[in-house]
């Protein structure tokens, strides 16, 4: 694999939210984000689209360096605990895959390690190369 990262860089909606890719290799990745005060909702925690677009990216990272393109077809997510700040980490992790299904799970965690969501997803792969992703 060359560099997966170069590639998961033109994602402009995850760095939109401020989310980093800290490391990624075949059917793993972690991700971070910083809770800051746009991330928060009417309540003062962590709005949920935050985390599940943590997650979700996480997920996307793990589920593309086979170099196959790979989208979802089915995710669940399930939020476990409220944070209103600090850092989030998403760790991905590749459970099953055969030629056109994978099978991920994602787990948030705050600064001190507690769960704080657990997302589930599926990606169907594509007959599609990703350039920057070669074996």
Same mark, same amino acid.
Request: glycine share 6%.
């Given at each position: 694999?060359?560099?997966?990262?170069?590639?998961?860089?033109?994602?402009?909606?995850?760095?939109?939210?401020?989310? $980093?890719? &800290?490391? @990624?290799?075949?059917?793993?990745?972690?991700?971070?984000?910083?809770? $800051?005060?746009?991330?928060?909702?009417?309540?003062?925690?962590?709005?949920?689209?935050?985390?599940?677009?943590?997650?979700? !990216?996480? !997920?996307?990272?793990?589920?593309?360096?086979?170099?196959?393109?790979? &989208?979802? +077809?089915?995710?669940?997510? #399930?939020?476990?605990?409220?944070?209103?700040?600090? #850092?989030?980490?998403?760790?991905?992790? $590749?459970?099953? +895959?055969?030629?056109?299904?994978?099978?991920?799970?994602?787990? @948030? #965690?705050?600064?001190?390690?507690?769960? +704080?969501?657990?997302?589930?997803?599926?990606?169907?792969?594509?007959?599609?190369? +990703?350039?920057?992703?070669?074996?």
């Amino acid at each position: 694999m060359d560099d997966p990262k170069k590639f998961f860089d033109r994602d402009q909606f995850a760095k939109h939210c401020g989310i $980093e890719l &800290v490391s @990624v290799s075949p059917g793993h990745a972690v991700a971070r984000l910083k809770v $800051e005060p746009h991330h928060l909702n009417a309540l003062g925690i962590t709005q949920g689209g935050a985390v599940f677009t943590l997650a979700d !990216f996480a !997920f996307a990272a793990a589920s593309n360096t086979h170099g196959k393109a790979a &989208v979802a +077809i089915n995710v669940s997510i #399930t939020y476990l605990k409220a944070v209103s700040s600090g #850092t989030l980490h998403a760790e991905a992790r $590749e459970l099953a +895959i055969n030629p056109k299904l994978g099978s991920y799970t994602v787990d @948030v #965690t705050d600064d001190s390690k507690a769960l +704080i969501a657990v997302f589930q997803g599926l990606v169907y792969r594509k007959n599609q190369d +990703i350039p920057a992703v070669t074996k």
